[in-house]
């Protein structure tokens, strides 16, 4: 403690000397006016006794020099001399400035932003009360390996048994229709158990909690409200709890409002954004939908204090085990899993994280070593300046903290420029892609970042600078004091370790090179892998019919024809059809497929196929192809026999070597009627684009159970979009209540599906191509450099003789044999790195020689360009002029 | 005295400390006069270092200084101990006194027996 005040009052002494000094010059000036005295005194001269008193205090200046030393705090005035020192030598040589600057400023500034951002998505805790606790719970199925989901009646014994769980919570996504004052909105919420947000540990801020006994089928009209919402639609009125608002037709009892902090579940669902909305599941276990194979909800389990993943997962194996056995029938196998919350959000972003960080560190790398390359460069300028204060006294030591002090201060620079960039790079991310890594929008500029900056900063000058501030206090005097000392030719000091930088250099960014360059192909493979579907010209809509008019199937099927005849009367529109579901939209609708004489002992066991309730356009409109059999047609209506297309998968697996055609199957349980398979239509990639398709039906929109929620798809004549207004008018012509919402064009699906993997291209690219311009600014400095310093070598060959050609060639050659073995390191590296890409991926082999070759390629063209520029200054070199001496 | 540094540093911290509880308040040229002869002359102070030792001292917290008037009317700043200087001199004299025993019984250990 008392060492801490002591050092503070220094450190305060040296930024505020002037006070100090006169106080000490006082005392010094009485201390010899008392001593001369007692001199005096006893009977000495004055001259004498002013001699003595000086003697004995050891000289004044350097009585004061000592005790200025014990005032201040000598080391940090040193430094800020040092400092002083390099600011003005880098405003000296403004070029050599900017470029260092400028590199470290890309470097360093990359690594900050990505570290902001894998620091506030992969490191720091969810937003919720001891968020290690929480827990997803599911049931896996042994064929499909699908974790996400369970059903009512499990988790109603799971929740009776479990003892290492203190809560086991449900939650369903659901989108309800606003309505009401303002237009109707589709928003995004979520149908949960009533302790929900007891085990998130989350009260509202206004209101209340859900009541256990709001959470049944009769009582469940109560809804909680998220922050932005209230805001938003409500315009944050204080007095809303005890109001009602109206979801479709229905009026729900606002109970409770969200704090701001509030953050939602990552809702699974791909349209819509964060739940912003809560209301009571209100489950109970006679209705059909809460059976045991209904596994459609999401469990989330709080553990109990002490508690842990394993033990809650053995319980959860035990009770699932014993259920299984009591319910035999339904349980097809598999086992279950238990996934802490975290590791769910995050799970896909997080090896896309791990390659960004390994790549940005790389790009780091690479700006050192430029930085090293440019302080060998100009280290020749400062031979003779260190040889000489070296030769004066000065010790090893002071001279490399002055050099290494200047090479920080030039970090530094450069990381205070970087951080503008992390202050860029984050937005420009969320403008890219908000769906691809979550939580992204939490990332911000902080102490941690800062202080994260800060000491980069500091270890990149440290790291860059040792070597050249070594080599430049190796203390070789002669030689550097000679007049003309840097005018050495080939020899030139340093040149082996520049050639390694070099190499270094060229192999890190041909890694990272190969990295991206593998991602583009996986992309493009994506992109060109037919989806199963012409997704050009297709504008999709979503309507949601609301309110006691649309109470019987046929009036919800007479409105759709209705709002179909309209469109197809719209200029524009060569085809409209109503689904309940489109591929890449994020939707999810599966029924059991049982194939008559092909069913298993236990139902359950069948295969379930994707199921589209359509109008017989829909292929037509998606350009879906008829494989086999006929297409669906109008006369396929509600009492005319019922038919069924199945997809090109369906056919194969379910009637393998055999004709489809004319068989029949029950869709969804086994008690419902019989389906004819009337055709055979092309396979679709229905969830995103990197999987295998599924099985697949279509089924006539006539025949299946009207839903008032379909989804309108119109091949238009030109750009889908040009259409949407127009479209909205005719759909709303028919019924002005009805909401519409999500009007996009499927090409917009398309893209949204392969947006992570496009970003995390975007960003390794941006990446590739830093590592690739900073490696052909090392080259180049340093094949420019090699030529400045060999003028003079160059003046004496040429006055023998040799061709300017032949001159340029042997630089060129001998840039290029640094390129080549960078390339050949390079090479070795990435075959092993580039494994770690894996599963981002798609379809091509992390080796793939193509790619291999076609980035070893652009790299030697950009490490000859960035030697030829400087090469050709050769061939001005005047002999004499050379000759004469710099 | 030993010409080494850190132990004259030390040991004419605890001089000054100990002159300071004995006299009270007074300026760093009658410290140094006093340590001298306190120690009958045998030891001469180094002026020069003598006013780092105070000022780190002071910096330390065991001391204070404020200007006055000496004897003769000079203007001199006077030194004191503060009440966490007093404890000090407590501490570093047991200490001193502790190791100059065990100094004392190596080199005459004939003695004890």
């Known amino acids: ?886 | 005295m030993s010409p080494n540094g850190e132990v004259w540093q030390g040991t004419l911290a605890l001089m000054v400390l100990k002159t300071l509880e004995a006299l009270g308040p007074l300026h760093g040229y009658g410290i140094g006069r006093r340590i001298e002869q306190t120690s009958g002359n045998r030891l001469i102070v180094n002026y020069g270092t003598l006013y780092p030792a105070l000022l780190k001292l002071e910096q330390e917290g065991y001391i204070a200084s404020s200007w006055g008037k000496s004897e003769n009317n000079r203007r001199a700043k006077f030194y004191r101990l503060t009440r966490a200087g007093r404890r000090q001199v407590v501490r570093e004299a047991g200490q001193w006194e502790e190791a100059a025993a065990i100094v004392a019984r190596f080199l005459r250990p004939e003695s004890e027996s």
């Open chain 1, 1 to 886: 403690m008392r060492g801490v005040r002591a050092w503070l009052l220094r450190l305060f002494g040296t930024l505020r000397p002037a006070r100090g000094e006169r106080e000490m010059t006082e005392e010094l000036e009485s201390h010899l006016l008392l001593h001369i005295d007692e001199c005096v005194r006893r009977g000495m001269s004055p001259e004498a006794a002013r001699r003595d008193a000086r003697l004995r205090l050891g000289g004044l200046a350097q009585t004061q020099e000592l005790v200025r030393a014990r005032r201040r705090l000598p080391w940090i005035e040193s430094l800020f001399g040092d400092l002083r020192f390099g600011l003005r030598l880098l405003r000296r040589s403004p070029g050599f400035s900017l470029l260092a600057v400028l590199t470290l400023a890309l470097g360093i500034g990359a690594n900050t932003a990505i570290f902001s951002l894998v620091r506030s998505v992969l490191w720091s805790p969810l937003p919720y009360p001891d968020p290690a606790d929480l827990m997803l719970l599911s049931e896996r199925s042994a064929d499909s390996g699908d974790t996400t989901s369970t059903s009512f009646a499990t988790w109603v014994d799971w929740r009776a048994r479990s003892r290492q769980f203190e809560e086991i919570a449900l939650a369903r996504d659901w989108q309800p229709t606003l309505s009401g004052a303002g237009d109707a909105e589709q928003v995004t919420g979520a149908r949960v158990t009533a302790n929900f947000f007891r085990a998130l540990r989350v009260r509202p801020a206004l209101g209340r909690d859900f009541h256990p006994d709001e959470d049944t089928p009769d009582t469940r009209r109560v809804v909680i409200l998220g922050h932005d919402l209230w805001r938003r639609r409500f315009d944050s009125d204080p007095d809303i709890v005890g109001k009602t608002v109206l979801l479709g037709a229905t009026p729900f009892l606002v109970v409770g409002v969200l704090g701001p902090d509030f953050r939602p579940l990552v809702s699974e669902a791909m349209v819509g954004g964060k739940a912003e909305l809560w209301a009571p599941l209100g489950y109970d276990a006679t209705q059909p939908w809460a059976c045991r194979t209904c596994r459609h909800l999401r469990a989330l389990g709080r553990l109990q204090a002490g508690s842990s993943r394993d033990a809650g997962l053995a319980e959860l194996t035990a009770i699932t085990g014993a259920l299984w056995k009591e319910h035999p029938v339904d349980y097809p196998g598999g086992d279950v899993a238990v996934v802490p919350l975290s590791e769910q959000l995050i799970g896909s972003a997080r090896p896309v994280l791990h390659v960004l960080l390994g790549a940005v560190g790389f790009v780091w790398l690479i700006a050192c070593v430029n930085l090293t390359l440019l302080l060998l460069a100009r280290a020749s300028h400062r031979e003779r300046e260190i040889a000489v204060r070296m030769a004066l006294g000065a010790r090893r030591g002071r001279v490399l903290r002055q050099l290494l002090s200047e090479t920080c201060l030039l970090a530094v620079l450069g990381g205070a420029a970087g951080l503008v960039l992390t202050v860029v790079l984050p937005w420009a991310l969320t403008a890219f892609g908000p769906r691809a890594i979550p939580r992204l929008s939490e990332v911000q500029l902080d102490g941690g970042v800062l202080l994260f900056t800060l000491g980069l900063s500091l270890a990149t000058g440290l790291l860059a600078g040792l070597a050249p501030a070594l080599r430049l206090t190796r203390g070789r005097l002669p030689g550097a004091l000679r007049e003309g000392g840097t005018r050495t030719s080939a020899g030139a000091p340093g040149r082996r370790l520049r050639g390694l930088l070099v190499v270094a250099e060229v192999a890190l960014s041909l890694s990272l090179l190969v990295g991206a360059g593998l991602m583009v192909r996986s992309l493009w493979r994506l992109l060109d892998l037919p989806p199963g579907f012409d997704a050009g010209r297709v504008l999709t809509m979503q309507v949601s019919l609301v309110g006691p008019r649309y109470e019987t199937d046929g009036a919800v099927r007479r409105h759709h024809d209705e709002v179909l005849a309209r469109l197809r009367a719209l200029p524009g529109v060569e085809a409209a059809a109503v689904a309940s579901q489109v591929p890449l939209a994020g939707n999810y609708d599966s029924h059991g497929f049982h194939a008559e004489g092909r069913m298993a002992a236990n139902p359950e066991q069948d295969p379930s196929a994707q199921r589209y309730a359509v109008s017989p356009d829909y292929l037509r409109v998606m350009g879906i192809p008829l494989v086999r059999g006929r297409a669906l047609a109008a006369s396929d209506v509600d009492g005319a026999p019922r038919v069924v297309l199945i997809n090109q998968t369906a056919a194969a697996r379910v009637w393998p070597g055999s004709d489809p055609l004319g068989k029949r199957v029950k869709l969804g349980g086994t008690d419902g009627p019989w389906w004819t398979v009337i055709g055979v239509v092309g396979d679709v990639h229905h969830q995103r684009l990197d999987e295998t398709p599924e099985l697949q039906m279509y089924v006539p929109h006539a025949q299946w159970e009207a839903d008032s929620q379909m989804i309108i798809a119109i091949r238009a004549t030109g750009p889908p979009l040009e259409l949407a207004a127009a479209a909205e008018r005719v759909v709303r012509s028919v019924d002005p209540s009805q909401a519409i919402f999500q009007v996009a064009a499927l090409d917009q699906y398309v893209s949204t599906s392969v947006a992570g993997r496009r970003l995390s291209l975007v960003m390794l690219a941006a990446f590739a191509a830093l590592a690739l311009l900073l490696s052909a600014i090392g080259i180049y400095g340093v094949t420019s450099y090699g030529v400045a310093r060999r003028t003079h070598e160059m003046g004496i060959r040429l006055a023998l003789g040799a061709q300017p050609v032949q001159l340029m060639g042997s630089i060129l050659r001998e840039g290029m044999a640094l390129a080549a073995a960078g390339i050949a390191v390079g090479v070795a590296a990435a075959l092993m790195l580039t494994r770690i890409l894996g599963a981002l991926l798609y379809e091509i082999s992390p080796t793939d020689p193509a790619t291999f070759v076609a980035v070893a390629a652009i790299l030697a063209a950009v490490a000859l360009l960035a030697c030829y520029v400087p090469a050709r200054r050769v061939l001005r070199v005047e002999p004499t002029e050379a000759l004469r001496g710099e």
